[in-house]
Structures are given as C-alpha cells and as structure tokens.
C-alpha cells in the first residue's frame, strides 16, 4: 500500500471517530425514546460514504502548511453532515427509494408509521419526517465546524467560504428541481446545475475551506488553484455520476439499475445523447426517461440510445481531459509535496469509480 493510500485510510478513520464521537454527545438532547429512528437514521446514514470531501478539506490544510491536528479531522468531519443533509433532501425531492443500497430516510420512515397503525398517510409523514432529519443534520454541520476546536481567527477566515459553499448547494438543488420542471435540457445548463449541485461543494470549497483554514486568511494562489483545479474534478465527478447513475452496478451504487432514468434526471450524459439523437432516439428519450416504472427493457433501449449517439464516449473522453487538465494545475500552486502528490490521488479517485 502507497504512503498516500495509508494516509487516505487512516484520514478515513479519524473522520468516522469524529463523526460518531460528534453524534453521541447529541444523545442527551435526544433523550426521549420516540426520537430513537431519528437518531438511528442519521448514525446509519453517516455510517457510509468515500468521505471526499473532508479528504479534499484535509489536504488543503495539510497543503498550505497546516499541521495533523485532531481539531482539523473534526472541522474536516463536517462537512459529511452537510452532504448528508443534502442526500436526505435529494431523495425526498426524487422520491428516490433506497440510498447506498439501503431504504432512503423518508422510506423508511413511512415504513414506521405504516407498521404502526398511525394516524395520517404514511408517505406523507415519511416525507416530513425525512425533511426534518435533513435539517437536522444541516444544523449539525454547523455546530460541528464551530465548535471543532480550530483557532477562532482560522475559523472566522475561513467562515465566508463555509456560508458560500451552503448557498451554492441549495443554489444548485433549486436549480436542479428547474431543470427537471423544464424538460429539455442542453449540456451547459446541466453543466451548470452540477457545478452548484455536486462540484463546487464536493471539491472546490473543500480544498479552498482547507487552505485558508491553514493560512488564516485567502491568498489569490489558492483561488486560482481551486478555481483551475476543483472545478475540473468536481465537473470530472458529476460526470462519472452520471454514467454510474446509468450504467452503474447496483451491488456498488447501492441504487436499482437505471435508477436515474427513472427519476427523469436531466444529467449532462442524458444532454450530450438528445443532442445528437435522431428523431426516433429523441422520441423514444422523451417517453421513456423519467417514467416511475421504467422496466429493464426500457432501461435497455435508453442506455442503447446513449450509447449508440456517442454520449457514453463523449462524457467518458470529458472526464478524462478534465482529470488531466487538474493534475497539470497541481505542479504551478505551491503546496506541500506531500499533500500536491494525495490531491492527484484523490482526484483520480473521484473521477475513476468503477460501474
């Protein structure tokens, strides 16, 4: 195993302490037993996850001169509940049924009241219910970043980045619900949506919140890196979601087959095939994607059209430009050589997750 690769594990590690050390001491605020699913829902929802982000925070601190604090993993640790939050949220607004292979929040929430006989529709209470532990892990995120034990003028330094980074996630789901609400789409406004949605948030300000963390304040090198190089990823990831969102293996997304061409999901892969469609693969796009009950037959003439008009080619020759043109920016920032060498590693990973 690599330095790096080591590095990566143990970063893993001290993340999932932090994050379950930052959960139990919530327990006396939770203490009423009717609050237990709710609590049990969010330990098993942060029990998951490749935990990129607070790689990405990690090793921009630790890039511009940052030390190996514990403070650093729990500010780091963060950033999983925002993304849980979002997850929650993105589910309910999909109405998506499982999540990482196990019954998404308002699923399972609509499971409880259903076997309990209460009063009310189930599907509604789930919802309302999975909207409330959405928020809930929001206000954890917060609380767990201030209270992280970093300095407070490393904190407040980096507290404009935080507050920008939440108002483009939300930017990004609104945009999101727009995008499915129009119909059709072009490359550039699914570009857009995924920037604000997954890539900004998943790359960019994590490394940015990292590096100005470590300096106290926000150098114009640093803007440039994570301008340069975590758009170029972040866009680099999205893309690999969306192919995965098609074409991924259940046993590895966690989600059905086509579980995306059900939701209607208007990704940049769904952008590039209608634009290079025929009129029939158009036609037979506008039917099929976004119906609730697409079969396996249907999810085999979709990806057929996908595949067929060169979008599967096209996004996968995108990802890996973009991958290249981010790993050449890494050598002109000057960072640690340790932390430039587990970026690349890191971007790699992002970008490189297998079907």
């Keep these: 195993m690599s330095t790096e690769a080591a590095s990566m594990d143990t970063l893993r590690d001290q993340v999932d302490r932090s994050l379950r050390a930052f959960v139990d001491r919530q327990l006396p605020a939770m203490g009423s037993e009717e609050l ?25 601190w630790r890039g511009a001169g940052g030390a190996e604090l514990p403070e650093i993993f729990t500010a780091a640790a963060s950033l999983e509940l925002l993304q849980a939050s979002a997850l929650v949220h993105d589910d309910v607004m999909d109405r998506s049924d499982l999540r990482r292979g196990m019954p998404s929040a308002h699923r ?18 789930g919802v ?27 904190l407040a330094a980096a507290q404009p980045v935080h507050d920008h980074m939440r108002t483009e996630l939300m ?38 919140l990292g590096l ?28 690999r979601d969306d192919i995965l969102g098609v074409f991924g293996d259940p046993a590895r997304t966690g ?15 769904v952008a590039r095939a209608l634009a290079a469609a025929s009129p029939q ?23 057929g059209v996908i595949e067929d008009t060169g979008a599967l080619r096209e996004c996968e020759e ?12 890494l050598d002109k920032a000057p960072l640690t050589p340790e932390a430039r060498a587990a970026l690349a590693e890191l971007a790699v990973a992002a970008t490189s997750r297998k079907t």
């Design 212 to 239: 100005v963390l470590a300096a106290g304040e926000r150098l114009p090198w640093m803007d440039e890196l994570c301008t340069t190089f975590g758009t170029r990823v972040g866009i680099a990831f999205q893309l």
């Design 36 to 60: 237990e699913p709710l609590r049990l829902a969010a330990s098993e929802l942060l029990a998951g996850g490749k935990r990129l982000r607070p790689a990405f925070c990690y090793w921009g």
């Design 255 to 269: 989600k059905p087959a086509g579980d995306d061409l059900r939701e209607g999901k208007r990704t940049m892969l």
């Design 281 to 303: 693969q158009a036609a037979a796009v506008r039917r099929l994607l976004g119906d609730p009950g697409l079969d396996d037959e249907g999810v085999a003439v979709l990806r």
């Design 171 to 208: 930017c990004g789901q609104y945009l999101d619900l727009l995008e499915q609400a129009h119909g059709e789409n072009t490359f550039e406004s699914a570009l857009r949506v995924a920037l604000y949605k997954s890539g900004k948030y998943s790359v960019e300000q994590p490394l940015r």
């Design 128 to 154: 309302g219910a999975a909207i409330l532990l959405g928020n809930l892990l929001l206000i954890w995120s917060g609380e767990m970043w201030r209270t992280s034990g970093l300095p407070p003028a490393s």
């Design 108 to 125: 399972r929430f609509e499971k409880i009241h259903a076997e309990a006989g209460w009063q009310g529709a189930p599907e509604q209470f």
């Design 318 to 329: 995108l990802i890996t430009d973009y991958l290249g043109e981010a790993l050449a920016c």
